[in-house]
């Protein structure tokens, strides 16, 4: 099993940058593609961006693409999300998933993933 951590969230005003940061732990991160979820209050957990386990295909959702970026470095068993240009609806909890690589690329579901962190609090003030 994989064990996940995020960090890097915090309080930024609108406009500013912010990039969080997933480690893994507990299995070899060169297996599982991964993703950013988010979930703000009172709404239900939305797919931000994943990555494929070699870092080859990359997909976002269309509220986050040009603003947002998502990266890994496998020597460093840690995966990315830059996000620039944040608005206050990107608010919210912020999680990685993970799950063991297929060949048909990202997904976008929650479901998909049987790996998740604790989540890391994003706000962005306007």
């Known amino acids: 099993q994989v064990q996940l951590v995020e960090s890097g969230g915090g309080l930024v005003q609108a406009g500013g940058s912010l990039r969080l940061s997933c480690a893994a732990s507990?299995?070899?991160?060169?297996?599982?593609?991964m993703g950013w979820f988010r979930q703000a209050p009172g709404k239900e957990r939305e797919f931000v961006a994943a990555i494929t386990w070699s870092g080859g295909n990359t997909n976002y959702a269309d509220s986050v693409k040009g603003r947002f970026t998502i990266s890994r470095d496998n020597a460093k068993n840690t995966m990315y999300l830059q996000m620039n240009k944040l608005k206050s609806e990107d608010t919210g909890v912020y999680y990685c998933a993970a799950r063991f690589r297929y060949s048909v690329g990202t997904s976008a579901y929650t479901n998909d993933y049987p790996y998740w962190g604790q989540g890391t609090q994003v706000t962005v003030s306007s």
């Open positions: 507990g299995r070899t991160f060169s297996n599982y593609d």
